[in-house]
Every structure is written in structure tokens, then in C-alpha cells.
């Protein structure tokens, strides 16, 4: 019984320790969920849903792995990953109805995964986006007209700057920015412009930061930022000099002059080049590349179709001497034929 007693009470501990352990590391960072997994989070699905793929502390539920999920897609199956979340895993029937989130239409289906088509739903109440009207309407081409003015002088509204409290509701559908929130000073902000990163609150303007670095290294690329889309890097033209290898830019690349490679841009469409790729050596001879010198092709604009290897010999030289063989090798069997005949007779 002893023996028993001490692996019972061994067995407890280490489940004890274990668990306790689990809860000690099973917690969200900062103030929950936010759908970031960052920390010690194992996981993050920004909900403190206990029972799907990620529960509350930001912690993978293992017993769920493989099980079906909600992914918020009525046109989707999804199941819970080993990593903790909802993934999709396949499509709904088609032509079954779906919820688009569109007020102003109904009856829609499911196709391919999306959810659409239906019928506009005219007169319909929607949601016009604003916290200063009433409901909007929907119109015979599906939009959601805006609604009436809030006629209430404390209705409150989101005036869309994370560096202030709410705004009010002035009774012409507009909303008056609020004052500023003395709990976000000097913390980080989104000024909506991908192109800065480290702005932060500075009374009611969310300002600061650095640009956002595009500088991809390459002199034969041109780098930008758009406030949307973020980072670009575009090759520049191809000819341009680039100083890294003493050579000319070619699709965004510093080619060496000197170089037995293709350069495009020197109107000739050598090999390795066509009308996709160097359309400005190969618009012009759009079959240069097929092995056949082509009418229109020649040296000069398609030398990887028409080089003769300069042996002093040219296409119509090769083709003039030929004809000549032709024909003298027609005469000698003439004149072997007309022997025979007279050594018969």
C-alpha cells in the first residue's frame, strides 16, 4: 500500500507541477487577445473563446487539432491547425445560401468558396458607416444611401484617431473630432500611412517616426513607398549605366560590361532575350529566338537567327552557290546518260 500511496502522490505531483507550469505560461501579452502572437503567446485568434483552436491565454488546444472551426466564411469548411488556427480546408456545396454582410441583398449562394449574387433587396434598412446618422437605405442599384442626422447632442462618435477620445455628434451628420486622451500620449499610433514606422501620440496628432526603409540595394532599381500599398522597386530603363560592375542596368541588374550575356537595349535581340522580356531589342522581330531566319530578321536585329559564324560566307552567298551545284551536277548526269546511249547504239 505504501509503494502505491508513493506513486500516487508522484504522479499527482508531477501532474500538479505540469499544470501548473501550463497555467504560469498561458498568458495572452498586454491586455488579451489582439490577434498577434507575440511573447510567450502560443497562439492568437483575438477572441477569449475558450473551446476553439486557441483558447483565452493564447494557448494551443492540442485535443482540438483537426476539428472543424469557423473561419467567418459561410462558403468555407476550415478545421483548427497544429499551430492554433482556423484554416480553411475546403469549399460548401455550391448554391447553397450564404450571409454576403451586404444589407441591401438577398438570397445569396454560395460559388467556389465566395458568397454572392442574390437579389438587391431594395428600400432594405442598412448600415451607412456613419455613428452620426440613423439607418441608411438601400436603392434600386444596391448602394446604402445615408440615413437622417442623430438629432441628440450627447450621441458620440469614432472620429478615427487613435490619439483622441470619442468625438460628438454635431446634428449634420458630421462628427467633431474629440479632445485628446491623456492614456495614449506618447504611445505608438497608426497615422495611417504604411510608409512611417515608430509614430506615436503627441496630443492630438498621431505623428513622429521614421520613414519605412525600400532601399532594396540594387542601383538598378527605383524605390518608392505609397502610403497604401507600401514598398516598390522598380527596375529602371535597361541601357542605364550603373556603377557597381561598370555596366548597364538589365531587368533591374547591374550587367558588367564586356560580358557575353544579352544586353538589352543595344537593338539587337541576342540570345536569351525575346519580345517579353527585352521588347525593346525584340518588338520589331517578334519570332527572332526560333531558329529560322525569319523575313525582317538579319544580323543586325536578330544575330542569334541569322549569325553566319562570319566564315565570308552570307545566307544568299550559301544559297547562290548551291543553286550552282544544282545545276551542274543536273548537266554531268546528262551527259553521262547521252555516253550510254551512243556505247548501246
Known sequence: MKSISRLTMLALFVFLAFGVSRVASATCEGDGPN???????????????????????????????????EDGNDCTTATCSELGACTVSGNEENGIGCEDTDDCTTDTVCTDGQCGGGTI???????????????????????????????????????????????????????????AD???????????????????????????????????NEECTADSCDAVTGCANDDVANGTDCDSNNGTCQNGTCVPD?????????????????????????ADVPNCGNDVCDAGENEDNCDQDCDDGDDGCSLNQVASSGSSMGAGLIFATLGILAAVRRKRS
Open 258 to 282: 564586356g560580358t557575353n550575356g544579352p544586353v538589352c537595349g543595344n537593338g539587337n535581340c541576342e540570345s536569351g532575350e525575346n519580345n517579353s522580356n527585352c521588347p525593346e531589342d525584340c
Open 121 to 179: 433587396d431594395e428600400n432594405a434598412d442598412c448600415d451607412d458607416g456613419n455613428d452620426c446618422t440613423g439607418d441608411g437605405t438601400c436603392d434600386a442599384a444596391g448602394a446604402c444611401v445615408e440615413g437622417d442626422p442623430v438629432n441628440n447632442p450627447n450621441a458620440t462618435c469614432d472620429d478615427g484617431n487613435p490619439c483622441t477620445g470619442d468625438g460628438t455628434c454635431d446634428g449634420t451628420a458630421i462628427c467633431t473630432p474629440g479632445e
Open 35 to 69: 490577434g498577434v502572437v507575440e511573447g510567450v503567446e502560443e497562439c492568437d485568434d483575438n477572441n477569449t473563446n475558450q473551446n476553439d483552436c486557441c483558447d483565452k491565454f493564447c494557448n494551443i488546444r492540442a485535443q482540438n487539432v483537426g476539428d472543424s472551426c
Open 182 to 216: 491623456l492614456d495614449q500620449q506618447g504611445l505608438d499610433c497608426d497615422d495611417g500611412d504604411v510608409c512611417t514606422e515608430g509614430t506615436t501620440c503627441n496630443d492630438v496628432n498621431c505623428a513622429g517616426g521614421t520613414d519605412l526603409n525600400c532601399d532594396d
